[in-house]
């Protein structure tokens, strides 16, 4: 399986960046998909997840009302559309699938498959 994120750079605070992430090897739309993130020392965090088929959403408080997770089954990706970012949104974002979704679930343990990451660098 791989997980192939993308659209990562430096942008101005207040600024927008989508990222996106492209599976392969598997059925997409047979898993849930999740960005979590981690800036340098610091723990890695959930941002954002949404679900197969009759996609719910679900995000960190953190990004709620700014960031955007959405997904297209025909292209086997994923996005985050991330608009109003902050210089504490920089650091490296990963793409996730997973079989499972639970709405509020914040464990990274044992998720399927994980992506490479995508930095992203919000300058202020």
């Known amino acids: 399986v791989q997980l192939q994120a993308s659209g990562g750079g430096l942008v101005q605070a207040g600024g927008s960046l989508r990222v996106s992430c492209v599976m392969s090897?598997?059925?997409?739309?047979?898993?849930?998909m999740y960005w979590w993130r981690q800036a340098p020392g610091k723990e890695r965090e959930f941002v954002a997840a949404?679900?197969?088929?009759?996609?719910?959403?679900d995000y960190a408080d953190s990004v709620k009302g700014r960031f955007t997770i959405s997904r297209d089954d025909a292209k086997n990706t994923v996005y985050l559309e991330m608009n109003s970012l902050k210089p504490e949104d920089t650091a490296v974002y990963y793409c996730?699938?997973?079989?499972?979704?639970?709405?509020?679930?914040?464990?990274?343990?044992?998720?399927?498959?994980w992506g490479k990451g995508t930095q992203v660098t919000v300058s202020s």
């Open positions: 996730v699938a997973d079989s499972r979704f639970e709405y509020g679930a914040r464990s990274d343990d044992g998720m399927d498959y």
């Open positions: 090897g598997r059925t997409f739309s047979d898993y849930a």
């Open positions: 949404i679900g197969w088929s009759a996609p719910s959403q």
